[in-house]
């Protein structure tokens, strides 16, 4: 399995960007991916997780309103349209999967335990 982020990079306070997670090596279908993200000195943080065969999706609380994640399945990926973007956002941003056709909450759990398969995140930088 690998996942393959990328659309990081630096932007202004109340900016947008959209990330990118291709998927290969598995069937799209029969997965949940979600998006994390990890600031230094800070603890990883989940942000939304969607199910590629139903685009359920589900939203860390804090994270709603700012945050969509979507998916196209002709092109194994998952996007994360970030918006408003302020400088705590500053992070590096990470894909990861899990298999089988789970609720996306447990998903997230599963991920947030560090299971799964992950990529090698991608940089965003928000200057103020």
């Known amino acids: 399995v690998q996942l393959v982020e990328s659309g990081g990079g630096l932007v202004q306070t109340g900016g947008s960007l959209r990330l990118s997670c291709v998927a290969s090596g598995l069937t799209f279908d029969d997965h949940a991916i979600g998006w994390f993200r990890h600031a230094p000195g800070k603890e990883r943080e989940g942000i939304a997780c969607i199910n590629t065969s139903n685009s359920d999706t589900y939203y860390v609380d804090s994270m709603k309103g700012r945050f969509v994640i979507s998916t196209d399945r002709a092109k194994n990926t998952v996007y994360l349209q970030m918006n408003s973007l302020k400088p705590e956002d500053t992070a590096v941003y990470y894909c990861?999967?899990?298999?089988?056709?789970?609720?996306?909450?447990?998903?997230?759990?599963?991920?947030?335990?560090?299971?799964?398969?992950w990529g090698q995140g991608t940089q965003v930088t928000v200057s103020s």
């Open positions: 990861a999967a899990v298999g089988g056709r789970i609720p996306t909450s447990q998903a997230m759990d599963l991920m947030s335990l560090g299971l799964g398969s």
